[in-house]
């Protein structure tokens, strides 16, 4: 069976924002599937964001650059 974190979990693991797994999520660069009606809820495989050689995590292509006074994790 395979195992799935929460957004905060993967947030944790790899030191992001969960924001940025949201991000990430929405932009398809991080493997995901949604529980529920609607919206629904955020599952990441444990292995998501791994590289071939199994030991690096997958980076977003980019960063948003916030002002100060912006939303902060």
Known sequence: MKKYLT???YAARHMVCAATVYAMC????L?????GVGRG?????VDAGQSDSGNE???PEAF???QP?????
């Open 26 to 29: 929405a932009q398809g660069t």
């Open 69 to 73: 006074g912006g939303a902060s994790c």
């Open 31 to 35: 493997p995901h599937v949604r529980l």
């Open 41 to 45: 809820t955020i599952r990441i495989p």
């Open 57 to 59: 995590t997958r980076q």
């Open 64 to 66: 948003e650059i916030r």
């Open 7 to 9: 957004v905060r979990e």
